[in-house]
T-cell receptor, first 112, second 110 residues
Framework: ELKVEQNPLFLSMQEGKNYTIYCNYSTTSDRLYWYRQDPGKSLESLFVLLSNGAVKQEGRLMASLDTKARLSTLHITAAVHDLSATYFC????????????FGTGTRLKVLA | NAGVTQTPKFQVLKTGQSMTLQCAQDMNHEYMSWYRQDPGMGLRLIHYSVGAGITDQGEVPNGYNVSRSTTEDFPLRLLSAAPSQTSVYFCASNSAGEQYFGPGTRLTVT
């Protein structure tokens, strides 16, 4: 059974600090996706990582993918309050089918 | 360009009632899917479609039916609502792996 595990599940951090969210998965998929969800809202696509070694950056967020380790990281640099949200990673459970499996999410709270 | 739209936004059903959640997209995407999100959890795939006339089951398909007669529309039907189906339902369409989500339908079954 394909599993996608995120840690930590909850993260409270001070503004200006750096931190990393980890996403481990159990399949051999080489595609991984990161999403953001604000409370009571829908999901917004952040990053699409399509190959081993892929790295993408947008503002204070940087995502990377190591398919050999079955690990993706979402690194937060100099956090600001606006980054407070829940972050999900998702994996294509069967390559090419877009049958996605989501992690349980990391709830991030950035304290001023 | 409205993206992905869902109706209704909120719905309360009694146990045993049936209803259809509507989803439409105007981006001409072939792939569409339905998810449910329960409190404190990630999304779980209910059903998905890779094009008009083609649907398949996801992780949690029991109690739900789908059909895809057009590229634009992908309705989700609850056959006989149960309290366990209380959840937030999201529809998404997909282009080259990137998913675009609708605003969601919050369903309560009493």
């Amino acid at each position: 059974e394909l599993k996608v595990e995120q840690n930590p599940l909850f993260l409270s951090m001070q503004e200006g600090k750096n931190y990393t969210i980890y996403c481990n998965y159990s399949t051999t998929s080489d595609r991984l996706y990161w999403y953001r969800q604000d409370p009571g809202k829908s999901l917004e696509s952040l990053f699409v990582l399509l190959s081993n070694g892929a790295v993408k950056q947008e503002g204070r967020l940087m995502a990377s993918l190591d398919t050999k380790a079955r690990l993706s990281t979402l690194h937060i640099t100099a956090a600001v309050h606006d980054l407070s949200a829940t972050y999900f990673c998702a994996v294509d459970g069967a390559s090419g089918t877009y049958k996605y499996i989501f992690g349980t999410g990391t709830r991030l709270k950035v304290l001023a | 360009n409205a993206g992905v739209t869902q109706t209704p936004k909120f719905q309360v059903l009694k146990t045993g009632q049936s209803m259809t959640l509507q989803c439409a997209q105007d981006m001409n995407h072939e792939y569409m899917s339905w998810y449910r999100q329960d409190p404190g959890m990630g999304l779980r795939l209910i059903h998905y479609s890779v094009g008009a006339g083609i649907t398949d089951q996801g992780e949690v398909p029991n109690g739900y039916n789908v059909s895809r007669s057009t590229t634009e529309d992908f309705p989700l039907r609850l056959l006989s609502a149960a309290p366990s189906q209380t959840s937030v339902y999201f529809c998404a369409s997909n282009s080259a792996g990137e998913q675009y989500f609708g605003p969601g339908t919050r369903l309560t079954v009493t």
